[in-house]
């Protein structure tokens, strides 16, 4: 079983292959998104306090937040070998 690892900016990791989405923050319905997913409990803010510049929606219901772009997530994800 192979698990492929993204790192999502600062030090934070998620599996890849449970990823659905990277969106970018600033239209009104992944605001909404992200107030929903803060008062069920599934918000994961992974900025370290930096300013928000993507979403992540994982196939679990959580929204992780980064401060990496879209763009460099995407490529990060796309470039990592499979390991494990």
């Known amino acids: 079983m192979d698990v492929k690892l993204a790192n999502i900016g600062y030090g934070n990791i998620i599996s890849a292959g449970r990823l659905l989405a990277i969106?970018?923050?600033?239209?009104?319905?992944?605001?909404?998104?992200?107030?929903?997913?803060?008062?069920?409990?599934?918000?994961?803010?992974?900025?370290?306090?930096?300013?928000?510049?993507?979403?992540?929606i994982m196939d679990s219901g959580h929204v992780i937040l980064s401060a990496l772009q879209t763009e460099t997530l995407a490529a990060r994800i796309d470039s990592r070998p499979s390991t494990l």
């Not at 969106?23 to 998104?33: D, G, H, M, Q, T």
């Not at 008062?39 to 803010?45: C, Y």
């Open 23 to 56: 969106v970018n923050p600033e239209s009104a319905p992944i605001k909404r998104l992200v107030q929903e997913a803060r008062e069920a409990g599934k918000l994961i803010d992974a900025t370290l306090g930096r300013r928000t510049r993507a979403v992540v």
